[in-house]
């Protein structure tokens, strides 16, 4: 295909944080039976941004690699795929999402004023060391689905923060002020700790993960809008198997952005292409719980590679048409994650592999095509 194509109007992007770790463990991506160097394939498919996560002190464990030394070197090859960059600091030396907002080991013992100069001088200096090496990033997430708040329990604001429920109810979020301020102080160090780096310039992006919860979204926005936080967009985390339909996204856009005037990303998306083989069998109900569609909701697309792919089209096409009501842009999560023989990976990583864009033989499925249509004509 020729590189030289016309692109959609919206931001294409994929987290691929595990690229290098996969790369180096002998995985080999393909596309219609040829090798392919992921990054550049991305471009090729119409992809424009790379979204990589940064811990602060991973464990190098499984997927807990993803260091500033490590995602230094991956930007790099982004970059130099022609990808730009949306970086997501989780604040955390693991995973930070609903379920869990635990500080750096580095930071635990530390008073809330200790944090506050922590969160602004760690965010500073790990832009300071990525512009140095000419990789300054186009979007900055500052925390990863932060609804029920960062850095518990200084910045905690939620007591319920199940990932599995579509939609949270007022007495999910702590009622005291005072939660509320420390919350935002937190997230108020780290907005500056990019603007001290970046300037005034950088798109600063605060992500929570209710794609299908309106009443919740607008309700945190609407909170947050108190205490005057300087940043530029609204992400979005939509897994249809926990966040509803693409009804329920739409109308959550719609209410976020009239509630609001920011521009909006969805910068997490995935559905499976299929089973898993390793829960298969006698552990189909297992397999189904760890898709997470077991006791949460089922979705309106099956689960094939199919499925996939026009879940995606009609995905796209739905934000095409949302871009007066704030839609930038979409990120699928984790398309590189598949099973690699020997390789020391998560304990819950089944469900990962079988949302990858790739089948467990690195070949690409459908729906890496989803975004080659409309705005993928050739050049002229």
Known sequence: MDSKLSRSPLAIGADISLYKRLHEAGVVYKCNGMPATLPELLVEKGYTHARLRLFHSPSGQGAQVNDLEYTRDLAKTCKAAGLKL??????????????????????????????????????????????????????VQVGNEITPGMLWEHGRISKSHSINTQ???EADFVAEEENWIRFARLLRAGIRGVRDALGSKANVMIHIDRGGDAKTAVGFFRKLAQYHLD????????????????QDLRTTIQSLHEATGKEIHIVEVALPASTHPIYEGDHKEENAALLGITGTREVEYPISPEGQAQFLRDLHAMLLEMQPEGARGLFYWAPEWIRVEGYEDEPDAGPCYVRALFDSEGNALPALDAFVGKYMTPAT
């Open 86 to 139: 949306l970086l997501c600091l989780h604040y955390s030396d693991s995973w930070a999402d609903p379920g869990k907002q635990h500080p750096p080991s580095a930071w635990k013992n530390q008073s809330f004023q200790e944090l506050e100069q922590s969160i602004r001088e760690y965010t500073r200096d790990l832009f300071w060391d990525l512009l140095q090496a000419g990789l300054e990033p186009e979007m």
């Open 167 to 169: 939609n949270w109810s």
């Open 231 to 246: 940043f530029n967009t609204i992400g979005l985390s939509y897994y249809p198997f926990w966040h509803g339909t693409l």
